[in-house]
């Protein structure tokens, strides 16, 4: 972590203004040996106040951060703002470009990438600038996923649950502010590395989102994603307030335990029994898998483990084993 980024960026972060460029990092290919690969970041800064780092794209099949911070750096003025906004829309640019979660490059997931080496393969090397050079100067941080390709989910905003009450409750109060349906907390089952845990572990006040998947797609979850104007009020960057504040309630809701993470436990056609926000108990069949070789046998039932709301379901219907077809959150007092 102390050795230094290859990769160099075209924008400096502080001088006041509004400006694009790109982060530049060093590759060879079949067609150039000496390349750089371009990643577009924008920057706005007005004065002295905090700073606010907003990524989407980090799953390069997610496509409802780049078209919402893009429209927001589009939109916002110098004088919108008090302190900076830094936006990298489309964090793992090669992913996006190829319409795939993970980079086409190197086959890495970005958001399991962090935070990266200056001598990893061109997603850690992201990464490792990112967690180096731009996370350290954040106040908040902001990570706009969606389900992708392969999960449906109820829009929300989440967050790990942290030791530290106090940066939990910010990350609590920041979290209702954007004005989604639900705030999410949520619990590692598919490894590490992650983006929001990096700037979770420096401290900062840090947001992910959820908000649909690709099929679901379209003005309502756009919508939805746009509120993140509310959350960049909420720390006092953005002065106006924004029109549309959202839901004013949001639902805490929480997936803490492993057994809320339903994985398939055979290959085949997942064939789904419940709908996003249906209520299950414990026990009950929630789907069932076909053979793909065997259409005479019984199908293998997919089993709740416990209560809850059916809070995301796997949106592909072929299932190989172990991958996640729902998951189940409940209520929480927070
Ligand atoms: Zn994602």
């Not at 590759?27 to 780092?53: D, E, M, R």
């Not at 809320?260 to 069932?288: K, N, R």
Request: aromatic share 6%; charged share 20%.
């Amino acid at each position: 972590m102390t050795e230094k980024s290859q990769v160099t960026c075209s924008v400096d972060f502080t001088s006041d203004g509004k400006r694009s460029g790109h982060l530049a990092i060093p590759q060879s290919t079949n067609s150039a040996g000496w390349a750089k690969y371009f990643v577009p970041i924008l920057v706005i800064k007005n004065g002295s106040g905090p700073t606010a780092v907003l990524s989407g794209g980090n799953h390069g099949d997610e496509y409802e951060g780049p078209v919402t911070l893009m429209n927001l750096f589009r939109e916002l003025t110098e004088e919108d703002i008090s302190g900076r906004i830094i936006i990298i829309p489309m964090l793992n640019h090669p992913a996006v470009a190829a319409g795939t979660r993970l980079s086409p490059i190197d086959d890495v997931n970005m958001n399991r990438a962090f935070p990266g080496r200056s001598t990893d393969t061109i997603t850690g090397m992201i990464a490792h600038f990112v967690a180096t050079e731009v996370l350290p100067l954040a106040d908040l941080v902001v990570d706009i996923h969606s389900g992708g390709s392969s999960m449906h989910m109820l829009p929300s905003v989440n967050m790990h649950r942290m030791d530290d009450a106090d940066q939990m409750g910010k990350m609590l109060k920041a979290g209702r502010r954007w004005g989604a349906p639900y705030v999410f907390l949520y619990r590692d089952v598919a490894g590490s590395g992650l983006l929001p845990s990096y700037a979770e572990s420096l401290g900062k006040v840090t947001l992910g989102t959820e908000m649909g998947s690709k099929a679901q797609y379209g003005v309502d979850m756009l919508r939805h994603t746009s509120r993140v104007r509310n959350v960049l009020h909420h720390a006092e960057i953005l002065r106006e307030t924004p029109p549309d504040p959202g839901d004013a309630n949001p639902i805490v809701v929480a997936a803490d335990n492993e057994e809320d993470y339903i994985m398939a436990q055979t290959s085949g056609i997942f064939e789904p029994f419940i709908e996003l926000s249906d209520q299950v108990t414990a026990g009950q069949q929630i789907g069932q898998i076909h053979s793909l070789e065997h259409p005479d046998r019984p199908t293998e039932p997919v089993i709740a483990q416990s209560d809850g709301i059916l809070f995301a379901r796997r949106s592909i219907p072929l299932s190989r084993q172990g991958e996640c077809l729902a998951v189940l959150t409940r209520a929480v007092d927070e």
